[in-house]
């Protein structure tokens, strides 16, 4: 299995290699240059594994220029109780008939980044020594605030490692700030930037594919790597949990092997989507992948009409983890629909750095309209959801995952389908406890660990040992930078000269 560039066809690299480098020179993500194949007896098998056993069965489709047993060594440190408040590692609970939330976010920092996130300090630090690279890794990441803390948590004091966070000042939760702001490690570093998560992205991606930065990072003995979903190594962690998920319903009973599911997913940068998608390609039986999003609600519109255009208000909500307009993996999805066309890619792509729009091809229109359903939210729709699923089931949802119980239901009103669902449940409510205690009514006026003790009252959901933790930890990193002093930033972090 060789990785692509989106926007080079001629570029064949190792997933050792598409990992360490995260982003290709072109500018281009790295794609598989096929999807591997699985039978539902390989499903129907995995049903008996633990996750870590599954996880080392996708893995192999994928990685395949690791070993198996460093596939087991990257698996086994990630994927174990003292990293996960829970064996099963991703918890599937019944809300109700045919409907289950797919909890991802019994990890350490209480947001699904942490699948992946765990294990890709693993999946890289193995990268690096499979292709005797003899440099440090610099890992800088945009967050929209639960990347973030997950790399950092994923990525403290790992030897031969540094990483740098960006954050934007006013756009994320006061327990995700507290999360990236008291980050202990000595190999970590966190900034606040004046703009929103785009800025935070494009700011990165530009340091990543400046030639003159990487040459003195080099120089340095240094070089960039990310953590942000255009890595491979993050989007693959992420296939395993919807393969993983599949066989566990079946061996529960729940469904029938073959029997097809909806999938949904509350969305931002389209990677947690994506690899639904993947998962659905390698032979997992799925009807349609619903996209939610909130009322950034540019790929609501791009998967009905076909036309991306980000050029519209940013809008500050209550699931800031989505408040994104330019989703970076919807390129690997165009890559693989318009079949492996680099030519076309450069050329949306390039509409979109130029004027922010371009419009895909009838043919893709076409398979979009396919393959995904699409719908959004605002700020008091995804209120009066959680509201509605706390009265009527006793199951607290976070702002994202309400994102996606709302879009849903709106799916089931327009279609009527009775297929069996899989809703993306993303993050804790314990990280947005303020706004998950408005929205049920209570209007407490307390600091972000006294909103934790009220929530604590009326869900069941225990309080993340983790959050609660955070209360006595010192606050180390204060800065905050205009979006174009990131690069003085990294210089000065990492003393280059
Ligand atoms: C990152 C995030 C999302 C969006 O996921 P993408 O892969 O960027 O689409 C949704 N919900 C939460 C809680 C997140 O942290």
Same mark, same amino acid.
């Given at each position: =299995?060789?990785?692509?560039?989106?926007?080079?066809?001629?570029?064949?690299?190792?997933?050792?290699?598409?990992?360490?480098?995260?982003?290709?020179?072109?500018?281009?993500?790295?794609?598989?240059?096929?999807?591997?194949?699985?039978?539902?007896?390989?499903?129907?098998?995995?049903?008996?594994?633990?996750?870590?056993?599954?996880?080392?069965?996708?893995?192999?489709?994928?990685?395949?220029?690791?070993?198996?047993?460093?596939?087991?060594?990257?698996?086994?440190?990630?994927?174990?109780?003292?990293?996960?408040?829970?064996?099963?590692?991703?918890?599937?609970?019944?809300?109700?008939?045919?409907?289950?939330?797919?909890?991802?976010?019994?990890?350490?920092?209480?947001?699904?980044?942490?699948?992946?996130?765990?294990?890709?300090?693993?999946?890289?630090?193995?990268?690096?020594?499979?292709?005797?690279?003899?440099?440090?890794?610099?890992?800088? %990441?945009?967050?929209?605030?639960?990347?973030?803390?997950?790399?950092?948590?994923?990525?403290?004091?790992?030897?031969?490692?540094?990483?740098?966070?960006?954050?934007?000042?006013?756009?994320?939760?006061?327990?995700?700030?507290?999360? =990236?702001?008291?980050?202990?490690?000595?190999? %970590?570093?966190?900034?606040?930037?004046?703009?929103?998560?785009?800025?935070?992205?494009?700011?990165?991606?530009?340091?990543?594919?400046?030639?003159?930065?990487?040459?003195?990072?080099?120089?340095?003995?240094? =070089?960039?790597?990310?953590?942000?979903?255009?890595?491979?190594?993050?989007?693959?962690?992420?296939?395993?949990?919807?393969?993983?998920?599949?066989?566990?319903?079946?061996?529960?009973?729940?469904?029938?092997?073959?029997?097809?599911?909806?999938? %949904?997913?509350?969305?931002?940068?389209?990677?947690?989507?994506?690899?639904?998608?993947?998962?659905?390609? =390698?032979?997992?039986?799925?009807?349609?992948?619903?996209?939610?999003?909130?009322?950034?609600?540019?790929?609501?519109?791009?998967?009905?009409?076909?036309?991306?255009?980000?050029?519209?208000?940013?809008?500050?909500?209550?699931?800031?983890?989505?408040?994104?307009?330019?989703?970076?993996?919807?390129?690997?999805?165009?890559?693989?629909?318009?079949?492996?066309?680099?030519?076309?890619?450069?050329?949306?792509?390039?509409?979109?750095?130029?004027?922010?729009?371009?419009?895909?091809?009838?043919?893709?229109?076409?398979?979009?309209?396919?393959?995904?359903?699409?719908?959004?939210?605002?700020?008091?729709?995804?209120?009066?959801?959680?509201?509605?699923?706390?009265?009527?089931?006793?199951?607290?949802?976070?702002?994202?995952?309400?994102?996606? %119980?709302?879009?849903?239901?709106?799916?089931?009103?327009?279609?009527?389908?009775?297929?069996?669902?899989?809703?993306?449940?993303?993050?804790?409510?314990?990280?947005?406890?303020?706004?998950?205690?408005?929205?049920?009514?209570?209007?407490?006026?307390?600091?972000?660990?006294?909103?934790?003790?009220?929530?604590?009252?009326?869900?069941?959901?225990?309080?993340?040992?983790?959050?609660?933790?955070?209360?006595?930890?010192?606050?180390?990193?204060?800065?905050?930078?205009?979006?174009?002093?990131?690069?003085?930033?990294?210089?000065?972090?990492?003393?280059?000269?």
């Amino acid at each position: =299995m060789f990785y692509k560039s989106t926007r080079n066809s001629d570029v064949n690299v190792t997933s050792a290699q598409a990992i360490a480098q995260g982003i290709s020179e072109d500018g281009g993500l790295f794609v598989p240059s096929e999807i591997p194949a699985i039978s539902l007896d390989d499903i129907k098998a995995l049903g008996e594994k633990s996750y870590a056993e599954r996880a080392l069965f996708i893995f192999s489709k994928y990685l395949t220029d690791y070993t198996e047993a460093e596939i087991r060594y990257c698996v086994e440190g990630a994927y174990n109780t003292k990293n996960f408040d829970t064996e099963n590692i991703a918890e599937l609970a019944h809300l109700f008939d045919g409907t289950y939330m797919l909890e991802l976010w019994h990890g350490p920092t209480c947001a699904f980044k942490d699948m992946a996130l765990q294990i890709l300090p693993y999946l890289l630090t193995t990268a690096i020594k499979k292709i005797n690279l003899d440099k440090k890794v610099v890992i800088l %990441v945009a967050t929209s605030g639960d990347t973030g803390k997950a790399a950092l948590e994923g990525f403290k004091d790992v030897p031969g490692t540094e990483i740098l966070v960006f954050y934007p000042d006013n756009g994320v939760s006061a327990m995700q700030k507290k999360q =990236m702001t008291t980050q202990e490690g000595e190999n %970590v570093g966190v900034c606040a930037i004046k703009g929103n998560f785009d800025d935070a992205q494009n700011g990165v991606k530009a340091i990543f594919t400046n030639k003159e930065i990487g040459e003195k990072l080099s120089e340095n003995g240094m =070089m960039f790597s990310s953590a942000n979903s255009i890595n491979w190594g993050r989007l693959a962690p992420q296939i395993i949990y919807y393969v993983s998920s599949y066989a566990q319903l079946v061996k529960d009973g729940e469904i029938e092997a073959g029997e097809k599911i909806n999938i %949904v997913v509350p969305t931002g940068n389209f990677g947690n989507i994506l690899a639904g998608y993947y998962a659905k390609h =390698m032979g997992v039986p799925v009807n349609k992948l619903i996209c939610a999003s909130n009322a950034n609600n540019v790929l609501t519109d791009f998967l009905t009409t076909g036309i991306y255009d980000r050029n519209r208000p940013f809008h500050a909500t209550i699931s800031p983890s989505m408040d994104i307009l330019i989703s970076s993996n919807l390129e690997r999805l165009l890559y693989h629909l318009s079949g492996g066309n680099d030519a076309q890619i450069r050329e949306w792509f390039g509409a979109l750095a130029a004027s922010g729009k371009y419009e895909v091809s009838d043919d893709v229109k076409t398979m979009l309209r396919d393959e995904f359903y699409a719908g959004c939210c605002d700020d008091t729709q995804t209120k009066a959801t959680i509201k509605e699923y706390y009265d009527k089931y006793s199951y607290t949802c976070d702002t994202h995952t309400a994102v996606a %119980v709302k879009v849903y239901e709106d799916y089931v009103k327009a279609t009527g389908d009775k297929t069996k669902t899989v809703i993306a449940s993303t993050a804790s409510p314990y990280k947005f406890s303020g706004s998950v205690l408005s929205a049920l009514g209570n209007t407490a006026d307390c600091d972000e660990f006294g909103l934790v003790e009220e929530l604590a009252k009326v869900s069941n959901i225990p309080v993340p040992a983790s959050l609660a933790a955070l209360k006595d930890k010192e606050i180390r990193f204060t800065k905050v930078i205009d979006k174009t002093e990131m690069k003085d930033f990294v210089f000065n972090s990492l003393y280059v000269k």
